[in-house]
């Protein structure tokens, strides 16, 4: 397809071309690239549709989705439009590849957690299920983004309590939203700084392999 993203594309090797297959969409953060999640889902390759998408702003030693003005807050016309892309993004594959539309899970770290949270208050129940690993909600998202309800959305949200480059607090912040909007909330929390801790990988699977089942 024609895209605006640079993006990597695993297919379930084993098709039946009468089935429908769930999807996840992995969202890197700030400084990495499409390459950098997709360990986090391998033995999810052969069962899933996995795009990992690439940012499209240039920011040494990878790429980055948005800008930002100042801490915890995005250029709004940027991640605007980035927003806007990752939602097309989506829906045209779905369109095009063997995607069960009721199976569609968001997974990102840093700035793809915060894209990823924003996306599913936008998409609403279309989405499945996230995994934010350390991440926060842009307050413009909350106050002034036209919101979808988010009661069958199962989230999976985590983070580091030595986390220098966003707070951990934020992290409690998106649970507790989440859970004031209905949806079914998986957090944890892990003695680490700002990364994925070998743990929070066991637990985000263990919820992805829970959720792609039922």
């Known amino acids: 397809?024609?895209?605006?993203?640079?993006?990597?594309?695993?297919?379930?090797?084993?098709?039946?071309?009468?089935?429908?297959?769930?999807?996840?969409?992995?969202?890197?953060?700030?400084?990495?690239?499409?390459?950098?999640?997709?360990?986090?889902?391998?033995?999810?390759?052969?069962?899933?549709?996995?795009?990992?998408?690439?940012?499209?702003?240039?920011?040494?030693?990878?790429?980055?989705?948005?800008?930002?003005e100042g801490y915890g807050k995005p250029h709004r016309a940027v991640f605007d439009q980035v927003i806007k892309d990752l939602q097309a993004f989506i829906e045209a594959n779905v369109e095009?590849?063997?995607?069960?539309?009721?199976?569609?899970?968001?997974?990102?770290?840093?700035?793809?957690?915060?894209?990823?949270?924003?996306l599913a208050l936008i998409m609403g129940n279309k989405i499945k299920g996230i995994v934010a690993l350390s991440g926060y909600i842009p307050a413009f998202v909350k106050e002034e983004y036209a919101r979808q309800p988010v009661n069958n959305l199962n989230a999976f949200i985590s983070h580091g309590e030595l986390d220098h480059v966003l707070p951990y607090e934020w992290g409690v912040a998106s649970k507790e939203y989440f859970t004031e909007q209905g949806a079914n909330v998986t957090f944890k929390s892990y003695p680490v700084a700002h990364g994925v801790a070998a743990d929070n990988h066991r637990d985000l699977l263990a919820f992805l392999n829970k959720n792609l089942v039922e």
């Open 1 to 68: 397809m024609n895209s605006t993203f640079t993006f990597v594309h695993s297919a379930p090797k084993t098709t039946d071309v009468t089935k429908k297959y769930p999807a996840i969409f992995l969202i890197h953060g700030m400084g990495s690239n499409e390459n950098d999640l997709v360990g986090l889902v391998s033995s999810l390759k052969e069962t899933c549709h996995i795009f990992s998408i690439r940012g499209p702003i240039a920011q040494p030693p990878g790429y980055a989705f948005f800008t930002i």
């Open 96 to 118: 095009e590849h063997s995607i069960d539309p009721e199976q569609l899970f968001l997974l990102g770290f840093s700035q793809g957690a915060i894209l990823s949270q924003s």
